[in-house]
C-alpha cells in the first residue's frame, strides 16, 4: 500500500535503488501452468538498458534477471514469481557532489520532503532505474497475454518538435526495433537520431511521445467505473519516470468532435462478430474493451539531469551550483518504448485475471 | 475489487443506476472530528445536477442527498459515512426503443460483451449518474482538505474549437460560478455558451477541456513508484465518463521543450521556504507534491447521445436505425467541472492521510 | 481500507450505526446473472433480528431490506448490490445514562481513546445491530455457493457449560431451525434454553460456541499462505462481535495427537475422486479446500450489557456507577447463528471469484 | 491478491520454494528514519532456523539473510525493503520417491487440485521454510515497535498432554530462551523436552499450544468492525503451518463465564490513565486495543511428516504407499515460536500506521 505494488490479481511489488545492492520484483497472482521463457524476459530487459546504443547513456548495466522462485520445469507453479537483478556499475562517487543539493527537476527535494533523509545516489529510489523490475515483471504479463493471441507494440513517434504524422495502421510495426530511436518510419527516425545527437552535444536533453497498440484484446476487459480499463494504463503510464501526460482513442485532439462524427457506428461481420468502422473509442468504450485495437499516446518531458551548471538550493536552503556530470540520457524515448509496452502488459494481464469474475 | 471503488485510506464505494431505485456511496476512512457540512455536499451536488442552466440537459433530478450514518452532532465519527441519493424523475419507457441496440460510442456493447446482459435504461451502471455519489464523496474530501487550507478549482478552458489560450494565473478563479460554462473569462464564457446553444439546435454534442488547479498542497504528498500523486490524479480523471487524456504541469506541449528550458529552478523564500522559479513541474516532482501549485487538464469528448439518426446493430447482431430521444447534454463540460474537483478531491484527501505513514 | 469492507473480489462494504438513520452495504463484485432472491435475504436477516423469540433481546426491529441498485429483471446485473436497513425502533433516549460513562467490557473507551469522541447510542458503530448489514450481504454470497451446490449449516453447540457432545455427522442438521436455541438435538436444546432463561432471570448473560459446517465446497480454493482459506474464516469468525475463539478441524484438543493418529489417509472412490478416509484436517490442507467437509467452532462470551450496576469510570476519568437497563440478550448464540453462517458464506464466495484466477 | 502478501500499511510479499533457488520478502510501507538492526533480524531468524537444537530437525539452513534495497546509512529510507535469503542444503533427492503422492495432511493434493503441478520438493511454496521470509519481516516490524516501547513475547505452553497451567504474569519471560523448548518453567520445559524425545524416538510427532502476549500497545488500535485487532491477530496465526485454532483473552474456557463474571470493571490511576481491574478481555474491546496486554493462544497440530509407512494415494488415484524419510521436526512448537512474535509483530506494525489515519 506504500506505492510500490502494481495490479489487484496479477499483482507485482517492485524493490530497489540506483546505487544499492540489487533490486527486484515479486509477481503474486501469474497463473500456473505458463510457459517461462527467461530469453523473452531478458530481451525485453536489453531493450531497456543503458549502453544499448549511442543515443541513450553509456552506463553500463548488464541487467541480468535471476529467478529465485514460482518456477518449475519450465513453467510456472503459481506461486510467487521473484526475480533480482544485482547492481554492478555503480559509482556512488560521482554523486558525491550532490550529496545534499536538490537538482532541479529531480525528486531530491520532494524525498527530502515526505522521508526526511534520501538515498541520493543516482537518485535512489526515483531513479529510472526501477523500471527494469517493472519491465522484466511486465516480460512475465507479456507472456500471459501471448498465451490469448494479445501483442503489444510501442514505438516513438515525437521527438522534441519532430513528429511522426501517421496512424499506427499506415506503419510496419515489424520496423520498430529496426533503428536506435524505435520507431517504425526509417526516414523520420533518421530525423529524430540526429535531433538527439545534436541535444546530446549540447549537453542538453529532450522529451517526445510514445505511442502504443494492444491487438487481440477480447471485448469484456476492464470495470466500468473507478477501474476502466484506460484509466488503468493511464496511471501506469503516468507512473513511468518523466511522463506528463496521457490520451487514447481521439484523445485531446478528439474533443473539437462533435458526436456525429465522433461515434464509432457498429456493424456485424460475416463471422457474427460486432464490431465498430471506425475507432476513435481506442477500442474501450465505457472503460470496458469493445474488440478494436487499443492504442494511446504518452508524453516524455526533457530527462532532468543535463550536463550544464544549474542554480538551486541545498537541505540547508542555501543557493548553491548543480554541476551536470554522470553519464545520462539525452533522450529517454528509446529506452522508454519497453517501459511502455510493459507497463501495458501488466494493465492487462491484470484484467485479464479479473475478467474472470464477472459471470456465473 | 470489481471497480467500484476508489482510494486507500479515504475510501469510497459507489453504487446505483441511473433508473434503478437509488445511487449512494459509502466513505470508509473519513477521521472523526471534522465538521460535517451538509449544505456544502448539497452545493457540490448542485453544479453538477441536471437542468441548472439552458447549455445542460433539462432532465429534473433534485439529487437530494440523504446521510444515514457516520456523521454525530455534526461532526463525523471516524465511522463510515453512508449517503444515499434516491432516484424520482425516471422515464425509464423513454428507453424501450433501445433495450436491445447498441448506441454508437456508448458502453451498451461492452457491458453486454461483460456481463451478458444489462440495465438499458438510461445506460444503467455506466450512466454518468453516477458520478452524483462520487460528488457527494468528493465534497467530504474537500471539507478534510479545508481543514488544511487546501483548496481546488477547476474551469471550462476549451469548448470544440474555442479555446481559453491563458494560463490560470492569469484569470480570476473567482469568477468561474459567475456564468454557465464555468469558463472564468466572461468573454470567452460568452463564445462557449454560443457555441454549446447551435450545437443544441443541431441535435448534436461537442467536446472540450477542463483545467484543474489545487492550491495549498503541502510538499511531501504522494508515493514515489506507482501510485505517483499525478498517476492517481490522471486515473481518477480518466475514470470520469468521456474523459480522454490528463496531462499535469507542461503536459504534451511541454514535451518540445529542453531540460535547460524544462527544469525548475529551485531558489529559498525568506521564511525559509524551498520553492522553484517556474512551474513546468506542475506542483508534482518524482509523483510527489513539492509544495507549488497542482494543476492539470483534462480532455473531454462530445456526448455519444445525439438527437439524430444512426446506424448501428442489436444484440442479435441484426442492423438496427438507432433514433435519438431524450433529455441530454448538448456539452458535458459545465457539469463536469463539479466532477473533476471533486474527483481531485477524493485523491488529495487519500494522499493526506497515506502521508501521515512515511516516517517514525 | 478504515476497516468496514470485507473480501478482495466478493467485496463488501458496511456503513451505520445502532441508532442513527440507517445501515447498509454494497457488495461490489457479485457476478452477474444470479438469480436474486429477496425472499431469502430477508429470512436470513429474520434469523438473527431481535424479538423473534422469548430467549432474545425483546427490542423490535423489522430489519427490512431495501435494495437500490444491482439488480435488474430479478437477476444481478455484475454491478454494485446497495441495499440499505433504516432504523426504526430506536430509543436513544435509553442511553442517556450513559454517555460518557464507559461501559465494562463494551467498545466505549477504545472508541474514545481511538476516535476522540462516539455516537454512545447504543454502542453506535461498535453495536451488533451493523452485522444485519453483513447477513444482507451474506444471503446473497449464498445464493452464489448455492448455484454452485455448497451449503452452510451453524448450530449452537454450547451454552455456558452446557455442551453438546456430539459430531456434527451425528445430528440431524435439518433440525436447527426447530426449536429457539438452533441446536439440532431436542434434548439438549431445552436444556440450553433452560439456562438461557435462568441467567436472564438473574440479569446475566452466558456465552456458547458455534458449530458450522460447509459441504460442496470443492478442492482447490484457497490461497497457501496468508490468505488460506481457514485464515480468512477464523479473521471472519472473530470479526463478529463477542467473538473470543475459532478452531478449524481437530482444533485445540488436536494438538495432543501424534502425527500418526492425526493424519488423514488417502484413498480414491469409485468414480476416481480423491477421498481421506478421516477428516481432522477439517477440508482444509496447506490452507485449500480438499474437497471434504468443512468445519469449524466459534466462541462466543457472555454479552457485556447486564441488568445489574457496574463499577466504571467516565470520560473526565471519575468513578461511577453503571446501571444496567435496555432490552439486551442474556445470551447472542441463537441469533448469532445466522451471522456465522452468512460471514462464512461471504468468504467462501470470495475464494470461488479468487479460484478462478490460478490456471491459465 | 493472491494470498502471498500481508498488511495494509506495513505490508510485506514473500516468495520462494522450499527448494528452489531462494526466497525473500519485500517489505513496502516501513517508515523513514528507523535504526536498520540486521544483527537483530538475523538473531530472530537464528530461533527460527532448523538445527538449532536436538528437539528439533537436523537440516542445516543458514538462513542468511542479504538486504538489497531501502536501507542507507543504517537508517530505514521509506522505500521498499528487500531481502532475500538464499537456499543451499537442498537434498532435493531426497523427494523423488514421493513426486507424484499425495502425502497424508500435507497440502501435496491440494496443490494439485488448485493449480494442475507443484514443486513436489519439500513441499514447495507449501513448506514452513516460507515462514523464515515472514521472521526476516516481523522482525523489522518488531524493530518499529520497540521505537514505541512494545514488546511481544511468545513461549511453548502446551506440548501434547503436557501443560504449563500458569497465566503469563506467573512467569519469568525472560527464561523462555533459557531452554530448547522455549518454556520459561524451567521444569515443564524438562518435561516437554523429553515428551518430545520420546515421540522422535517413535517416528513420530506431537503438537502443542504457544501463548503469546504483547506489552506496551497503546490504547486506540486497530479498527471496529471486520478488521478488528484480534480478527488481524487471529487470521496472523492461522496463517502459519499447523495453525488449528486460535483464542485470545478468555477464549474458550471464558464462554462459561457469566457476563457479571467476564466484564473487565474500570478505574482511573493516578496519573489519569484509564485500566481495567481484570483483563479478560485481553487487552481489545470491541476490536480496538484498550492498552492492557494483548495475549492470545495458538494451536499447532502434530507435524504431517513422519517416519513410518502410510497409505495413500499417488496423481494417478492409485493406491501407494508413502515412506518416511528426510529430516523432519518432532515437534513444531519450539521454532514456532519466533514465527508466531514476528506474525504478531506485522500485524501489530500494521495497526499501528494505520492508527495514525483516525482523527484531524
Redesign the interface.
Known amino acids: 500500500?506504500?506505492?510500490?505494488?502494481?495490479?489487484?490479481?496479477f499483482?507485482i511489488?517492485?524493490?530497489?535503488?540506483s546505487h544499492?545492492?540489487?533490486?527486484?520484483v515479486?509477481i503474486?497472482?501469474c497463473?500456473?501452468?505458463?510457459d517461462f521463457d527467461l530469453d523473452f524476459i531478458q530481451s525485453e530487459l536489453a531493450r531497456r538498458k543503458p549502453g544499448q546504443s549511442r543515443i541513450v547513456t553509456q552506463r553500463k548495466e548488464e541487467d541480468g534477471v535471476?529467478?529465485?522462485?514460482?518456477v518449475?520445469e519450465g513453467?510456472t507453479?503459481?506461486?510467487?514469481?521473484?526475480m533480482?537483478i544485482m547492481n554492478k556499475d555503480q559509482r556512488s562517487k560521482d554523486y558525491g557532489h550532490i550529496f545534499d543539493k536538490?537538482r532541479?527537476?529531480?525528486?531530491d527535494?520532494?524525498?527530502h520532503?515526505?522521508?526526511?533523509?534520501?538515498?541520493y545516489r543516482g537518485g535512489?529510489?526515483?531513479s529510472a532505474r526501477?523500471t527494469a523490475a517493472r519491465v522484466a515483471a511486465g516480460a512475465v504479463a507479456q507472456l500471459?497475454l501471448r498465451?490469448y493471441g494479445i501483442s503489444i507494440k510501442s514505438y516513438v513517434s515525437?521527438v522534441?518538435?519532430i513528429v511522426l504524422d501517421k496512424s499506427y495502421k499506415d506503419l510496419d510495426l515489424s520496423q520498430i526495433e529496426a533503428n536506435d530511436v524505435r520507431c517504425p518510419d526509417a526516414e523520420m527516425a533518421a530525423v529524430m537520431e540526429q535531433e538527439i545527437l545534436t541535444?546530446r552535444k549540447?549537453g542538453?536533453?529532450?522529451?517526445?511521445?510514445i505511442t502504443c497498440v494492444a491487438t487481440g484484446v477480447?471485448?469484456?476487459?476492464?470495470?466500468?467505473?473507478?477501474?476502466?480499463l484506460?484509466?488503468?494504463l493511464?496511471?501506469?503510464m503516468?507512473?513511468i519516470?518523466a511522463c506528463?501526460?496521457?490520451?487514447?482513442?481521439?484523445?485531446?485532439a478528439?474533443?473539437?468532435?462533435?458526436?456525429?462524427?465522433?461515434?464509432?457506428?457498429?456493424?456485424?461481420e460475416e463471422d457474427?462478430t460486432?464490431r465498430?468502422r471506425t475507432n476513435?473509442?481506442?477500442g474501450?468504450?465505457?472503460?470496458?474493451?469493445?474488440?478494436e485495437d487499443i492504442y494511446f499516446r504518452t508524453?516524455?518531458?526533457?530527462?532532468?539531469?543535463?550536463i550544464?551548471d544549474?542554480?538551486?538550493?541545498n537541505e540547508a536552503?542555501?543557493?548553491v551550483t548543480v554541476t551536470g556530470k554522470g553519464r545520462h540520457d539525452p533522450c529517454v524515448l528509446p529506452r522508454a518504448v519497453a517501459i511502455v509496452d510493459n507497463m501495458a502488459a501488466l494493465v492487462l494481464a491484470d484484467h485479464c485475471?479479473?475478467?474472470?469474475?464477472?459471470?456465473?
Open positions: 500500500m506504500a506505492g510500490s505494488s502494481h495490479g489487484k490479481l499483482r511489488s517492485t524493490f530497489g535503488e544499492g545492492v540489487g533490486l527486484g515479486v503474486d497472482g497463473p500456473a501452468g505458463l535471476k529467478v529465485l522462485s514460482g518449475f513453467k507453479t503459481g506461486t510467487p514469481i521473484g533480482v536538490f532541479p527537476s529531480h525528486a527535494y520532494t524525498f520532503a515526505k522521508y526526511g533523509a534520501r538515498d535512489g529510489r526515483s526501477e500471459l498465451h515525437q522534441g518538435s541535444v549540447a542538453d536533453t529532450i522529451g517526445g511521445v477480447p471485448a469484456g476487459w476492464g470495470e466500468p467505473v473507478f477501474d476502466k484506460h484509466a488503468d493511464g496511471k501506469a503516468l507512473s519516470n506528463k501526460g496521457f490520451e487514447y482513442g481521439s484523445g485531446f478528439g474533443v473539437t468532435m462533435r458526436g456525429s462524427e465522433h461515434n464509432d457506428e457498429f456493424y456485424t457474427g460486432v465498430t476513435r473509442s481506442g474501450i468504450q465505457g472503460g470496458i474493451s469493445n474488440g508524453a516524455f518531458k526533457s530527462v532532468a539531469t543535463i550544464q544549474q542554480a538551486s538550493v536552503g542555501e543557493d485475471l479479473r475478467a474472470r469474475a464477472n459471470r456465473l
